[in-house]
């Protein structure tokens, strides 16, 4: 348990990895805002439980609109004052080789991977630069570190986190922000970017920790790079996927 | 001195003294940058950021590059900027 309430963005929470980044912050006490386009069962048993209580925020919102986004960091901003946490959590992927992909689907998965993070970090590193201090995670991907195959639209922006997490890192550092990545490995989650059972397995296959992860996994991970005693910590992509990368 | 003034004044006072530039005195016709104020840029992003906290907006946000702090006041002074918090 925190010794006090942190004020913790995490965007796209509402399923999946991002749900499990949200659980984690409740279960550590902090108080968490969370954005997704639809509510989910997930969102209204948080908004349900009396036990997240004044603790939890959850606003529709689609971050790859600049104007939604904004509304999204105020409304957060007008509720608890400070943000000491944000987790760019939010992305897309589709699949599918280059030759063959649409531009339509190259500007979703830019739009909503780079772009919007882009800008939901832009505001609220502007609060962070007011209140003085805060750490920021951006969730990155193994494949944008190895390459993966139909991924290329996907990797790429992933791969320009990691550049973004650096840059700001430098930014930001003498005002007592950190900016880390985290590079996630393959989730049993509705995030396997349309991997399909023989893929999947091979990569079992091939981890040496024998297993697919879970969000818990990731969750713990950020919660290490935004313990406030970690605050040496910056500018590095820390890669979370059972040693499959190694 | 009116209000605007004085939280304009305040805003940039408690700015540089977090930034180890206490001694430094501010004035209307303090310049910003180079050899008054010497904000650099991230000083100069995180007055931006107060700024905006403070009155609900900012010149330099809305595109402006004021050189005085007399021009942060004219800003609001001017209606471009909402009213005091």
Redesign the interface.
């Known amino acids: 348990m925190s010794s006090s309430p942190r004020t913790i963005i995490v965007t796209g929470g509402s399923r999946g990895l991002g749900a499990g980044i949200v659980q984690s912050f409740l279960d550590s006490g902090d108080r968490v805002a969370s954005c997704s386009r639809s509510t989910t069962p997930q969102v209204k048993e948080w908004e349900s439980d009396p036990a997240y209580a004044d603790r939890f925020l959850f606003i529709e919102a689609d971050i790859a609109d600049r104007d939604q986004s904004t509304a999204f960091v105020q409304a957060v901003v007008d509720k608890w004052g400070t943000i000491d946490v944000l987790v760019n959590n939010a992305g897309v992927a589709r699949d599918g080789i280059l030759a063959l992909f649409s531009d339509e689907d190259s500007d979703t998965v830019i739009d909503l991977n780079l772009k919007a993070t882009i800008h939901i970090t832009k505001r609220v590193v502007r609060n962070m630069l007011s209140h003085g201090g805060g750490s920021i995670v951006n969730i990155s991907s193994i494949v944008g570190l190895t390459g993966y195959r139909g991924l290329t639209v996907y990797s790429a922006t992933k791969a320009a986190l990691d550049g973004f997490t650096r840059s700001l890192a430098r930014e930001l550092g003498s005002r007592k922000i950190t900016v880390n990545s985290v590079a996630s490995g393959y989730l049993k989650t509705e995030m396997s970017h349309g991997l399909d059972d023989a893929q999947l397995n091979q990569i079992v296959r091939r981890t040496p920790a024998g297993r697919l992860g879970e969000p818990d996994d990731i969750a713990r991970a950020i919660q290490f790079l935004v313990d406030e005693r970690n605050n040496w910590l910056t500018g590095q992509v820390l890669v979370v996927d059972g040693g499959l990368t190694c | 001195m009116n209000d605007v003034q004085t939280t304009v004044l305040t805003v940039i006072e408690q700015l540089l003294e977090?930034s180890d530039k206490s001694g430094v005195v501010v004035t209307l016709d303090s310049v910003i940058h180079g050899d008054g104020l010497s904000l650099d840029s991230?000083e100069t992003?995180?007055l931006?950021?107060?700024l905006?906290?403070e009155f609900g907006s900012d010149p330099f946000a809305a595109g402006l590059m004021p050189e005085t702090v007399a021009e942060i006041v004219a800003f609001y002074g001017a209606g471009e900027g909402a009213a005091a918090s």
């Open positions: 977090r991230l992003a995180e931006s950021a107060i905006e906290d």
